[in-house]
């Protein structure tokens, strides 16, 4: 069974001039275990898919599936990442981190350790008791990540998770993600307008276009795993990179 | 260091005023009855306080008001609340309460000592409904704010709306509530002078209305002047609390930063 299986999913919304479909007749699915990304412009819908996904709206037409049942709202077993970090001031990271677990009544000292070894796990151990406002914007999202990991879901919705970052600090985190998703093997869907990002993390990329917002192509990238930034500058990763670029120079709608 | 110059540069500043008033009253020969010097002021001061009336008085009124602040907040809160969250109560029922609200007290003072006496009661009473309208729209306003992109994650771990309410919105409200609190405390203290002007039999409102009929202006200065002070402690009061309540707030994060800074 398929983590994730979107068939002929529409979403329209109305404005002046009518209705208009943000996302029309899209259909993909995502293997158990699978890192997929989804790239396109700015506009093309990427995150309306996201939060239909997250359970947050309902989709117009078709039917988006977790693992085999239909998403009709919000579900546990699914982690979220949001473009800006959205910590809550009033809690330490620690808290921020164990907010799912509060909101699902999972308390006790196994998930505060548990919480201790994610935050390990991106190296933050030591900021646990810090509150997100003394954080980088970087260290934020980290504590995000580690937040959507918490309660252990079978799935992750990402995003555009380092959107907001300096380029420095997404190549670092792309770095991490990476490394996190090796070690826990979870789904990852990871929403994203850069195309190298894309190229870099996933097994899979599918490539969007806007108005309406349609799944234009599937693109594998079949690069060995763990992959180094170098990777980057090499040959098949700079093909699978300019063979995604040019539709959107084809299409003349790329942005940035 | 710097502190300390501040502590010293604020009494010169209030030993140079009150000096430049003693004189000002002695060189112009004002007449007591219009404008009494500092001297005659502190003079009212020392005497009120060592017969004990003004403790009696003062004990009066800072009873009224804490008491009177304490169930108009916690009346502005709960209305806020309701009208904040449910869309009917909004509709049907905010209107009456600005209404209300637009009715000066002291208009609806007379009426409250009708129907609560001359005694604490009525003084509770009509401080409550003083304090509690800041409370009604701070709460209000602090409770809608809570940030989409939050409200969407709480949403996106399944939260219940009573979750989203206790976990997100009411922390997002709090600095409203704290700066309602703040405007409440000194409506809270006006209100319970109104009442007193009104109908009490002890206060400090009451004092100046009978030291008014004596001519005994010093005396009121006295007054004033402890009303002041009672103002301003109760506003740090409120701040105190603020500060630990707030610490994650930009405006008091500030604050907090700037102390250390200087000292």
């Known amino acids: 069974m398929d983590a994730i299986s979107v068939r002929d999913l529409s979403k329209g919304y109305s404005c002046r001039s009518g209705s208009m479909d943000a996302l029309h007749e899209i259909s993909f699915s995502v ?19 996201l939060k239909i996904l997250a ?4 989709p117009s037409k078709g039917e988006a599936c977790l693992r085999g049942t239909p998403i009709n709202g919000p579900r546990r077993d699914i982690g979220v990442v949001f473009q800006a970090p959205v910590l809550l001031p009033w809690r330490s990271v620690l808290e921020n981190v164990l907010l799912p677990v509060d909101v699902q009544h999972r308390g006790g000292n196994g998930q505060r350790k548990a919480a201790l070894e994610l935050l390990n796990l991106v190296g933050l151990q030591e900021f646990a008791d810090r509150y997100p406002w003394e954080l980088s ?28 970052l300096d380029a420095m600090t997404r190549e670092q985190l792309n770095l991490e993600l990476q490394r996190i998703w090796l070690e826990k093997k979870k789904t990852v869907l990871f929403i994203t307008h850069s195309i190298p990002e894309a190229v870099f993390l996933a097994d899979r990329v599918l490539v969007m276009t806007s108005r309406p917002g349609r799944i234009l192509r599937e ?28 539709h959107f120079h084809a299409k003349g709608t790329l942005d940035a | 260091m710097r502190k300390r110059r501040d502590i010293a540069l604020t009494v010169a500043i209030f030993c ?27 003079t009212a001061l020392w005497r009120g306080f060592s017969s004990g009336l003004y403790q009696t008085h003062l004990l009066h009124t800072l009873t009224e008001t804490l008491l009177g602040f304490l169930l108009g907040s916690a009346l502005g809160l709960l209305l806020g609340a309701a009208v904040a969250l449910n869309r009917y109560v909004e509709y049907f029922f905010y209107p009456y309460i600005v209404m209300f609200q637009s009715v000066p007290k002291v208009a609806l003072a007379p009426l409250i000592v009708v129907w609560f ?20 729209v701070n709460t209000i306003a602090g409770l809608k704010s809570a940030d989409e992109d939050r409200v969407n994650l709480m949403r996106s771990l399944a939260a219940s709306p009573s979750q989203i309410f206790w976990m997100l919105k009411l922390p997002s409200a709090l600095p409203f509530v704290m700066a309602g609190l703040e405007v409440a405390m000194i409506f809270a203290l006006i209100g319970a002078i109104v009442a007193e002007f009104v109908g009490s039999q002890a206060g400090l409102g009451m004092l100046i209305q009978s030291m008014n009929f004596n001519m005994d202006v010093a005396g ?19 701040q105190l609390i603020r500060r630990r309540v707030l610490f994650w707030d930009p405006s008091v994060k500030e604050q907090l930063e700037q102390e250390r800074v200087a000292l």
């Open chain 1, 55 to 58: 359970g947050l709206s309902l």
């Open chain 2, 16 to 42: 140079v005023s009150v000096l430049v008033g003693e004189l000002m009253v002695r060189f112009f020969q004002i007449p007591t009855y219009i404008l009494p010097a500092p001297s005659r002021v502190a």
């Open chain 1, 31 to 49: 293997k158990e275990g699978e890192f997929v990304a989804i790239v396109g412009p700015s506009g093309c819908g990427k995150s309306t898919l």
């Open chain 1, 137 to 164: 914007g970087g260290m934020q999202q980290r504590v995000a990540i580690t937040r959507a990991l918490i309660h252990d879901p079978a799935m992750l919705l990402m995003d555009e998770p380092f959107g907001a």
């Open chain 2, 117 to 136: 006496g001359l005694g604490l009661k009525s003084q509770i009473v009509n401080v409550a409904l003083v304090a509690c309208f800041p409370l009604i």
């Open chain 1, 219 to 246: 693109v594998p990238v079949e690069i060995p795993r763990p992959r180094r930034l170098e990777a980057m500058n090499q040959p098949e990763f700079c093909s699978v990179v300019n063979s995604i670029r040019a």
């Open chain 2, 220 to 238: 009121q200065f006295s007054v004033l002047l402890m009303l002041s002070v009672l103002g301003l402690l109760l506003n740090r009061g409120i």
